[in-house]
């Protein structure tokens, strides 16, 4: 696979993150309500428990690497408008292929807490365009349209799994995420 337009969605994705680096301390997490998957479908309710089980182990960071998800893509990500955060983004660029299966997200977001550790809140999953052309119709996974990111080149679809999202849970902000706590975590590290 050509490496090219990962190397540029990261860098591209870099420059839009905020700047600090945050310490990769572990944080377990217990899963939240699913109050926000009502009127979803069965089998998207049943694929979203595997999505689930799937990453629960990710919760520990060190466990998310060991598992391939260790390409930092994003710094902690806020929107400027006001919408909320998304947090760290982190890939497996293994799974960066134009294809998307629930149990394989290509990225893990985690969100700084003030004691420097990570929780894992969401997945997203990704198509670069060099898959599926923009202008093609938006691939679908639980029932959802990907959404355009022009700015990354690609399509993405978030499933907030691990933190409810007063947004939705497909939503690509999520008002409840922020990166405050970023400078704190920065400044443990050093």
């Known amino acids: ?22 310490v990769t301390t572990e944080a377990a997490r217990v899963p939240t309500s699913t109050a926000n998957t009502q009127g979803l479908s ?3 309710e049943k694929d979203l428990a595997t999505l689930r089980r799937v990453t629960a182990p990710f919760h520990q960071f060190s466990v998310a690497q060991a598992a391939n998800w260790s390409a930092k893509i994003t710094s902690c990500m806020t929107d400027p408008n006001g919408a909320g955060g998304m947090g760290f983004h982190y890939g497996n660029t293994n799974l ?3 294809s998307v299966s629930p149990d394989k997200p290509e990225l893990l977001l985690y969100e700084p807490d ?5 929780s894992l809140v969401a997945v997203e999953y990704i198509i670069p365009y060099a898959f599926h052309p923009r202008a093609a119709e938006a691939p679908r996974l639980f029932d959802q349209p990907f959404i ?3 700015v990354f080149q690609l399509w993405g679809l978030h499933a907030w799994v691990w ?12 008002p409840d995420v922020n990166c405050d ?9 050093h």
Do not use: Q, Y
Not at 2 to 14: E, I, K, M, S, V
Not at 114 to 118: A, V
């Open 1 to 22: 696979m050509n490496r090219h337009p990962l190397l540029a969605l990261a860098g591209a994705a870099l420059l839009f993150g905020c700047t600090s680096e945050p």
């Open 163 to 174: 933190k409810n999202n007063p947004s939705g849970i497909f939503a690509d902000w999520n």
């Open 42 to 44: 069965a089998s998207v």
């Open 96 to 98: 960066i292929d134009g």
């Open 114 to 118: 003030k004691n420097g550790n990570l």
């Open 181 to 189: 706590n970023t400078t704190d975590v920065a400044a443990m590290a």
């Open 148 to 150: 355009r990111n022009d």
